[in-house]
């Protein structure tokens, strides 16, 4: 089911990395000002590694995200099993 929501709706990491490798400061420097490595997020943005949720909190806060909860229609995201 995964494989499937996966081509219509990307999963909420895929979207921390594209919001990481969007963002108007280096890389570099979003992992030291959030208090993380370099590596650590260099791992995660390579699929490498994942990271916790304080990490995650802190990014987010860090480049102004705002997480929208919402429920995506079963029938849509099960279309073609």
Not at 33 to 55: A, M, N, P
């Amino acid at each position: 089911m995964i494989t499937t929501m996966a081509k219509k709706y990307k999963l909420l990491s895929e979207q921390l990395r594209d919001a990481i490798l969007g963002a108007e400061v280096s890389r570099a420097r979003i992992a030291r000002d959030c208090g993380l490595t370099e590596s650590l997020l260099s791992r995660f943005l390579h699929g490498r590694g994942g990271l916790g949720q304080e990490s995650i909190d802190t990014i987010g806060k860090y480049l102004g995200l705002q997480m929208i909860a919402g429920k995506q229609d079963r029938k849509t995201s099960t279309k073609g099993r």
